[in-house]
């Protein structure tokens, strides 16, 4: 690697991992860099100031967190039967986990499905009534009857009320679901390869994790669904907003986690954007939702959510993995 090369890559590091990450890494990274000095001098006010600042009986702590080398850990946990993943005999959505999904159901279970059920049985029994009360057998002279204002004024009103109290909730949950992430928000970049899954971790260093399938016998010896599990998971922290990016790489595919209420498409030469907030740690199972090719139905998705601190020594398992960013106020 020539120097030009050494100091191209030392700069775009540095500005990647910002300075909780020279802290991290600091004595291998500052040691290599020729633009050492100028992160030295930046880090060394933040390193300094907590030890000056400490206590006698803090201080040890306060080594113990500067320790070089955390390698992080990471066990991936084992699904929950019937959540995060399709259930037998399952005809109805399958249990949400984040307050978007919670909206969606409610709007579906609350508001969509008493209405079309009332509506379909309303005009069933209208047409038995005039099937049996207006037929030629019962009615031998027929009635001349061909207007009635107060019955004309009631069918066009009447629909239209109806369409008014479901486009209030309606239009809430469209928007809801296309909220920006607020600021701060952990970014993950959902990359969809004929046919598999990348995750990019912008905020913590820049690594990819590419997930493919687990072969059917792997996936049952792990006690996962069979055809829904992968090799690597894309984990996340649970509990805060999450940045979702998408794009595809060589065709549409599409990210869709339906026990997260999650579905984008993943567009080559276009970042779409969505915010995933999932409300408890687990495991939870998605699929290729667009038609990509020969493969596309064994191209699963699997979110690992845990918590924070869990999260961010996954983060330190990871190549160039780095943990800095403060996790974003959830939303209200
Ligand atoms: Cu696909």
Redesign the pocket.
Known sequence: MSLADTARSMGKAFRTFGVAAALTFGTQALAAAPAAPVAAEAAAPVAAAPAAAASDSAAPAVAAEAAPVDKGYYTPMKPTAGKGQPVDKGWTFQDQYSPIGEEGLWMHDVILMPIIVAISILVLVLLLVVMAKFNKRANPVASKTSHNTLIEVIWTLVPVLILVVIAVPSIRLLAHQYDPAPKGALTVKVT?YQ?YWGYTYPDNGGFEVISNMLPDEDAVKNGEPAQLAVDNRMVVPAGEPIRIQTIGSDVI?AFAVPSLWFKLDAVPGRINEKVLFIKEPGVYYGQ?S?L?GAR?GY?PIAVEALPRDKFEAWVKTQPGGTVGAAPAAPAA
Do not use: V
């Open positions: 969809g046919w595919h290729c667009e990509c596309h191209m």
